[in-house]
């Protein structure tokens, strides 16, 4: 009883406006459906070579740090509103055009342009939550934020796979209609909202002097905190690609295991992630919050090269897991509280390039680790790493925003 209290009692409090942003997040990534059978759509589709899929794929990332980049720095000139909406309505003729291009050259165009649009969302959107949460809520709104991402890429890989069977040009057009439903859905229910917001707003500027904020390109306590925020996501992202590749060729795991220890994973944040971030901020400091998430997600790995079984495998998930949950949504609860008032879309946009630029990177190290010295070396050094990425955080987050317990 006390754990479904404790559980309950992590939804009490958020604003209606942190759930439809919820709703719009747990849409719009239901239908992000694409990205995990692109490279199937090129490979037999297409029949690009394995080598020329990967190249394309590679735009995919070049976009996200575009996107993050484009998408912060013009939010703090016209508002998360329109950012948010534009993204949004513009996906949809833009998924409908990738079927339209059948070369490497014409693909990796459309993925590129595709990309940055979807991505100019994702810092709009972490504004918008710091605008409408209560100041005690902020993380919690933000957890509420990836339980909707994490319950969406659930859902959008089992549909894609339905749907992909079916016809390619079906999944992209499924795909454009859910853009178009998150993006109807976020302007009707934001529009009066964001009108009253801004009415507020320049109020408070007629009695109140504006102080330039400064930029966080140039705030070098920020930079070294986003160097480790990509080093950590390094680490954090092989789920996505050495790991699969672990479980298929060094633990021998049917695709089909592989897909449940996967959804394993997704069912596991949705359900923890609301109560564990609650127990963070009551009883820790961010910066022990920040070592303890990097660590645990560092042991979860480092476990695998010692052993492979499945008992281990479901346990080092499950240490995943947990430690995402504690160092995820305190990154960008961290990014909100060192930006000011003015360039929150910025400082949220260079945090988000720190992990775009670490889906770049991770897939192409990590697999070259494990071919040239081997998956033990892989996961070691990975531990290693995490260890020493915990300990910067520890220091690093007092040294930029003090310790506190949550976000004041």
């Not at 509420?144 to 992209?172: D, Q, T």
């Amino acid at each position: 009883m006390k754990l479904i209290y404790l559980y309950t009692n992590s939804f009490k409090g958020l604003s209606k406006e942190s759930w439809m942003l919820a709703l719009v997040m747990l849409i719009n990534r239901a239908g992000s459906m694409v990205l995990p059978f692109l490279g199937v759509y090129m490979t037999n589709h297409l029949h690009f070579s394995i080598e020329n899929t990967g190249i394309v794929l590679s735009f995919f990332g070049i976009g996200s740090v575009i996107g993050s980049w484009l998408g912060g720095f013009i939010t703090d000139k016209i508002g998360e509103y329109k950012v948010q909406s534009f993204s949004l309505l513009l996906s949809v003729p833009l998924f409908c055009l990738i079927p339209v291009f059948k070369t490497e050259v014409g693909v990796a165009a459309i993925i590129l342009i595709q990309s940055i649009v979807s991505d100019a969302f994702r810092p709009a959107n972490s504004v918008a939550i710091t605008k409408y949460a209560k100041p005690e809520n902020i993380t919690r709104a933000f957890s509420l934020n990836r339980m909707a991402v994490n319950l969406g890429f659930s859902i959008g890989p089992a549909l894609g796979g339905i749907l992909s069977a079916i016809s390619y040009e079906f999944l992209f057009f499924a795909n454009a209609f859910t853009a178009l439903s998150a993006g109807i859905l976020y302007i009707v229910f934001f529009k009066k909202r964001n009108k009253l917001a801004r009415l507020k707003a320049k109020k408070i500027k007629e009695v109140i002097e504006i102080k330039k904020d400064r930029s966080p390109y140039r705030d070098s306590k920020f930079l070294l905190y986003c160097f480790f925020c990509m080093l950590f996501s390094i680490c954090f992202f092989q789920l996505f690609s050495t790991l699969t590749i672990f479980y298929k060729d060094t633990a021998h795991l049917s695709q089909q295991s592989i897909g449940y220890i996967l959804g394993y994973s997704g069912f596991l944040v949705v359900l923890l992630e609301m109560g564990l971030v609650q127990v963070a901020e009551k009883y820790f400091s961010l910066a022990v919050t920040m070592f303890l998430g990097t660590f645990i997600c560092g042991l979860s790995y480092a476990m695998l090269g010692f052993d492979h079984g499945m008992l281990t495998l479901v346990l080092s998930m499950s240490l995943l897991c947990v430690g995402e949950i504690w160092a995820l949504p305190f990154m960008v609860t961290i990014t909100a509280l060192r930006s000011g008032k003015n360039n929150k879309g910025a400082y949220m946009g260079l945090n988000g390039i720190s992990f775009s630029i670490a889906f770049i990177i991770t897939p192409y190290l990590g697999t070259l680790i494990a071919e040239k010295l081997g998956f033990t070396t892989l996961w070691m050094g990975t531990g290693i790493l995490a260890t020493a990425i915990a300990i910067a955080f520890y220091f690093i987050v007092p040294w930029m925003i003090g310790d506190r317990k949550h976000a004041e």
